[in-house]
Every structure is written in structure tokens, then in C-alpha cells.
């Protein structure tokens, strides 16, 4: 059984409001090694931090799409692959990027990119059809705004999701031609399918999933909240004999019920995601141990005192004899 701790992951955070040059002695002052300013292509004005323990490469490049700040202030981080003991390291370097002065606005996001060598073609169906059917309380959880969905995280085709229901692909050349609507042996990196909740495009382009769902944030717990609930989105996909992909109505009356009961279902219990639950549920309404809320939890003190007087009324009308 694969379990999250298996998953292969790498991780982007946009932010702004530093030079990318401090951002990258930032990551510097974590990991170690060098910086150096590679300069080209002059697009993305790349800066490498390599790192001195594992000799893995962090990117820091410029990103367009965060138009609110002037260009020398847009920044993207970029991290080499990782696995799940790198997650202490990563928040660290979160707390020191912001430390430097970055922050997150509203046109910030976070990316993750999973990967597994056993991965199947029916595990990536699973997957898609996983976030299909949760797809509002994932949207909901995170906190996504209507501009961002609209462009950069839309929600899947629901034709891609027929397609794969009606015919489940047993190769990855049969998922691709279900996912761009021919087959595309040579997928362009930047096509305009990758703006999705999950893009597979990714997959076809680096061999490697990406869920574009997540605000930009630099607090270093919420950014683990991302991670390891992607970790488990896939770890559950890969495990899965089959899932469906029936989509679920969001009700604002049960969806913090609705929400943990999905973390549940992903193995996301006890203590080890025990902070992460509580990001995830943090912007949900309703209660998270009753579906319908409170109100519906027994009083056991109520109901002992309606006992108690239930009866000696009872007694006291008891007639005498």
C-alpha cells in the first residue's frame, strides 16, 4: 500500500514584494551552498540556490501573472524534487523567505507537483475523479476566489471526466487523448489545459501531477496543510481499486462535517495532522463533529434533569391508596 510518505512532491510559491536575488539568500540562509544569478532565459531572470547537503537545485524566478507589484518584486519559488522528511526543511525556508520581507497578495498561489514510479493510468482517473466529486469543498476549504478559479484553477471538464468513466484508460496514451480530446504525444508546457484544479498536462509534459487549487500564503503551517493533504489525495488515488466521480453538493449547513470527513477518509487522523486538519477546516462553516451542528448534540445534562423530574411528577401523582 502506498501511503503519503511514498509520494514524490515539489512545491512553487509565488509571493512579492522582495527582489528575487533576497529571496534567494533567503533560501540560502537554510540550505546552505551557493546563489548564483543565471540570468537567462531574461523572461523568468532566474536565480539558483544549490544546495550544500544534497547538491538539489531551488529556483527563484520572476513571474508575470503577479502584475499588482513592479517586475523586479515578483517572485516564484520553485523547489527540487522532495520527499515527505523535507517538509520540516521546506517550512523553514518559508519562515525565512518571509522573515526577508515577502508576503502573499491576492494574485499569489501555490502549486503542487506529486509524483510516484508506480503510478498508473488508473491512478491519475482516480485522482481526477476524486477532485471532481469534492470539487466545491476542496474550492471552499481553501479559500479560492471567483478570479482565480475562473483563470488559473478552473474545475475540471466534466466531458473529460465522462470520458474516463465510460471508458477508464488502461494505457497512458489512451488517459492523454481522453485528457486534451486527441491524442497529444507532445503536449506544449504552457497550453491552456493547465489551468486547472488538476492539471494533467503536467503529467504528459514532466511526468508529474499538479494541484493549482492553493492561495499563496508564506505561513509555514499552512503551507505544510497543502502538501500533506495533496500527499493524501494521491496516496488514496494510487490505492484505490476504483472511485466515483458522482459530484457532491456543497451544503453550508454540514460542510465543516462534510470536509473532516473526507480528511478522514484520506487517512488524515491523529496527531501528525492534527494542525492541518484545522487549516483545512478552518474557513468551513458549520460543526465538524455533527453534520447538521450543535444543535443536534445530546444534553445528557438536560436530558438527566428531565428524567429526574419526569419522575417525581410521576411519583406525586401516583394516587394514594
Excluded at 500500500?1 to 533576497?22: A, K, L, N, S, Y
Excluded at 518584486?73 to 518559508?94: A, C, K
Aim: proline share 5%; hydrophobic share 40%.
Amino acid at each position: 500500500m502506498i501511503t503519503r510518505h511514498d509520494v514524490r512532491w515539489g512545491i512553487e510559491i509565488e509571493c512579492v514584494g522582495q527582489t528575487r536575488e533576497t529571496v534567494a539568500r533567503a533560501i540560502q540562509s537554510v540550505v546552505g551552498g551557493v546563489v548564483v544569478h543565471v540570468g537567462t532565459p531574461t523572461a523568468y531572470d532566474p536565480w539558483e540556490v544549490r544546495d550544500a547537503g544534497t547538491f538539489r537545485v531551488w529556483k527563484v524566478v520572476a513571474d508575470s501573472s503577479l502584475s499588482n507589484v513592479s517586475a523586479d518584486l515578483r517572485t516564484e519559488i520553485v523547489s527540487p524534487i522532495l520527499g515527505y522528511d523535507d517538509i520540516p526543511r521546506l517550512q523553514e525556508i518559508v519562515r525565512a523567505v518571509r522573515r526577508a520581507g515577502s508576503r502573499c497578495d491576492e494574485r499569489c498561489g501555490i502549486h503542487l507537483h506529486l509524483s510516484h514510479p508506480d503510478v498508473t493510468p488508473k491512478a491519475l482517473a482516480n485522482l481526477a475523479k476524486m477532485v471532481y466529486k469534492q470539487e466545491e469543498l476542496i474550492y471552499a476549504a481553501l479559500g479560492v476566489s471567483q478570479e482565480r478559479m475562473a483563470r488559473y484553477c478552473r474545475p475540471i471538464n466534466p466531458a473529460f471526466i465522462e470520458r474516463i468513466t465510460k471508458n477508464p484508460p488502461r494505457t497512458f496514451d489512451a488517459l492523454n487523448r481522453q485528457w486534451f480530446g486527441r491524442y497529444t504525444p507532445h503536449p506544449q508546457r504552457y497550453g491552456p489545459e493547465r489551468y486547472c484544479i488538476l492539471n494533467l498536462t503536467a503529467f504528459f509534459y514532466r511526468g508529474a501531477v499538479e494541484l493549482r487549487a492553493y492561495a499563496g500564503s508564506l505561513h509555514a503551517g499552512k503551507v505544510k496543510a497543502a502538501i500533506l493533504f495533496s500527499l493524501a489525495l494521491f496516496a488514496k488515488a494510487m490505492n484505490a481499486h476504483g472511485t466515483s466521480a458522482r459530484k457532491r453538493r456543497y451544503d453550508p449547513a454540514s460542510a465543516k462535517y462534510d470536509m473532516r470527513v473526507f480528511l478522514l477518509r484520506l487517512g488524515m487522523i491523529g496527531e501528525e495532522t492534527r494542525t492541518t486538519r484545522q487549516h483545512l477546516l478552518a474557513l468551513m462553516p458549520g460543526d465538524s463533529a455533527f453534520k447538521y451542528g450543535a444543535s443536534q448534540r445530546p444534553n445528557k445534562r438536560a436530558e438527566q434533569k428531565t428524567e429526574a423530574t419526569t419522575g417525581a411528577e410521576a411519583e406525586r401523582l401516583q394516587p394514594s391508596c
